[in-house]
Every structure is written in structure tokens, then in C-alpha cells.
């Protein structure tokens, strides 16, 4: 798998399995052992400010956006903006994005029917974007920040960078600002925020994990990296955090965290490649994994769990984490 493709998912932590099936501890280096848990934080709060609707916003990260009227064909680089759409009641004039194919989405049928833009992910082709004649065009900033100047003149580009899931909340707000559907966003936020502290409320004293990967590389999901993971402190033990470029967990190591519920995020970039559970199945240390002796490994819709990073994808992950997490 080409490196470049890794950036979809905040490789930050990838680990070789290949070096992991001849014996090898990974690259946990000295650091095996002492990463604190992540903390849990301070309770959610259910309280949703009212929204005004507004021509133009400035978001968390100081981005000014000021579409030249009340935008209403939206393309979509990255899907945080066609979770959005979805929580709003709207949908992309096109997208490059597959989340729109979950059945807690559009479902297959309908999303058939949104245009894709081509060159995927990493690439979307500029041409072919403005082709949709787009009032807005919302990208990720780290992977589509580039476009800007191609854009420029012709439509308005927003690139956001969520981190957090406080920074989804924040960034759906601003476009039910800018798109007027006030109620529909206060509504959305509000679920989320419900459907959160209830499962702090609930809180599990299992250990979780999550992992990603594809071919035959695989990653540990940590609160500091990646925006589902950092509500995990929230609902079970999850005593993961990010050690940066130079080190990710190794098989080993996952098995003396005696994790007892493991959530598997297969990814794919345009080719089947089976799941990423039966891959790591090769390794003997998989099957002493508690949560892998008693049927606790839970395969999960990569694009919603990966890649969503609205709230509709980051309620469902509640809702299959709290269930599986009882």
C-alpha cells in the first residue's frame, strides 16, 4: 500500500505486522509501560447554545468563511462534511466520500444517486469539482489545503481539521449558521450530546481497544490522534495514547493490557483485501488476547468509525461501543 494513502487515517501509529509474525517486540522502545490512560474529563454537557443563522463564520481554528450567498451545492473532499449535510437535512452536490452508503445514512440506493468526484481521496480532481458549480467546498485542511489557489475565485473553500469531538460539534454548528438550518443542527448537537452522557453515566470497567489497518500494517486508535477514540476515556478503561512517528503498540503489548473488548477497523483504498481481524489471526499471540478468546472482536464500518468524525458517524460509534462495551 502506497505511503501516501496512509494520511486518511492519522497513521501516526502504525505498527508492521510482518515484523510482529517473526518474533519482534514492534518499536515500543522504552517507553513500554508507561503510558498513563487517557483522562476521562470533566462530564458532557446536554446544554445546546442557541445557533443564528449568519453569512459569515469564523471557526475554532480562526478559518473565515463567507460564501458569496447562503450556500445550498456543497461538495464534499472529506466525510465530516457529508455527516454534517446528513444531521442538517441536506445532501452534497457531490462527494468523494462512501459514508453516505450506511444504512444510518442515505443507504445504498439513494447515495448511488450523488455524484463522485474523481481522484479519490487524496486527489480530487479541481476541474471536476467546479464542474458541480459548488456555492462551498469543504475539504480536510492537512490533505486538500492545496486545492485553495485552483479554487480560488471560483467557489469558497473551507479546510477544517477536526481533532476533537468538541471540534465536529463546533464546525456543524457554523454550517447550519451559514446554511440556515439552525433548528436542524441545535437538534443534532443536542442528540449527541445526550446520547454522550449517557454513556458516561454508564461507564464500562472493561478495557477497549481500538485498532486500524490494512494490508499487513496495523494501528492502535489513540485519544490524542484520532476523534472517536478521544470519547473512549469517556466510556470504558481504555489506556492508550499517542507516541507519535517514532512508536505504535505491539501485539505483545496489547496482550499484557488484557484488553476485553477489541473494535477492528479494516480499511480499504479501492481493492478487497479480507478483514484486518483474520490477518492479525495469524500471529499465535492474537487468540491469548482475552477479548479475542471470548468472541469480544468486533469488526466496525470503517467509514463511520474512521472517517466520520460528525456527529451522526461519533453517535453511532456510541451506540456499538456502549453495546458491545456491557
Known amino acids: 500500500m502506497p505511503r501516501t494513502l496512509l494520511k486518511a487515517r492519522r497513521w501516526a501509529a502504525l505498527a508492521v505486522l510482518g515484523s510482529l509474525l517473526a518474533g519482534c517486540a514492534g518499536q515500543a522502545g522504552d517507553r513500554d509501560g508507561d503510558d498513563a490512560p487517557a483522562a476521562a474529563g470533566p462530564r458532557t454537557s446536554v446544554d445546546v447554545r442557541p445557533i443564528k443563522a449568519a453569512a459569515k463564520i469564523t471557526d475554532a481554528r480562526g478559518v473565515t468563511v463567507s460564501p458569496p450567498g447562503t450556500p445550498r451545492r456543497i461538495v464534499c473532499l472529506v466525510a465530516l462534511c457529508d455527516d454534517m449535510l446528513a444531521e442538517l437535512g441536506l445532501t452534497p452536490a457531490a ?7 450506511h444504512p444510518r445514512f442515505l443507504g445504498e440506493e ?3 444517486g450523488i455524484p463522485t468526484v474523481p481522484g479519490g481521496f487524496l486527489s480530487p480532481e479541481t476541474e471536476a469539482i467546479l464542474s458541480h458549480k459548488p456555492d462551498l467546498v469543504i475539504g480536510l485542511e492537512d490533505t486538500h489545503g492545496k486545492l485553495a489557489p485552483a479554487l480560488k475565485g471560483a467557489t469558497t473553500f473551507w479546510p477544517v481539521q477536526p481533532a476533537r469531538w468538541q471540534d465536529s460539534v463546533g464546525y456543524l454548528r457554523d454550517l447550519a449558521a451559514l446554511t440556515g438550518r439552525t433548528a436542524q443542527g441545535e437538534r443534532a448537537e443536542r442528540a449527541f450530546r445526550t446520547k454522550l452522557a449517557r454513556a458516561e453515566e454508564a461507564r464500562s470497567d472493561k478495557t477497549a481497544l481500538i485498532v486500524f489497518g490494512s494490508d499487513e500494517n496495523f494501528g492502535v486508535a489513540t485519544p490524542e490522534t484520532d476523534v472517536a477514540a478521544g470519547m473512549f476515556p469517556k466510556i470504558a478503561h481504555y489506556p492508550w495514547k499517542s ?3 517514532d512508536g505504535s503498540y505491539s501485539l505483545e503489548e ?5 484488553v476485553d473488548v477489541l473494535f477492528v477497523e479494516t480499511l480499504s483504498f479501492g481493492g478487497s483485501d479480507g478483514k484486518l481481524s483474520d490477518k492479525l489471526a495469524e500471529n499465535p499471540l492474537w487468540s491469548r488476547i482475552p477479548a479475542v478468546r471470548n468472541g469480544k472482536v468486533i469488526e466496525v464500518d470503517s467509514e463511520a468509525w474512521a472517517k466520520g468524525r460528525g456527529t451522526r458517524s461519533l453517535g453511532l460509534v456510541l451506540d ?4 458491545a462495551l456491557r
Open 95 to 101: 462527494t468523494n466520500s462512501a459514508l453516505l452508503k
Open 110 to 112: 439513494k447515495a448511488a
Open 243 to 245: 507516541r507519535g512517528v
Open 254 to 258: 496489547i496482550l499484557a493490557r488484557d
Open 320 to 323: 456499538e461501543a456502549t453495546a
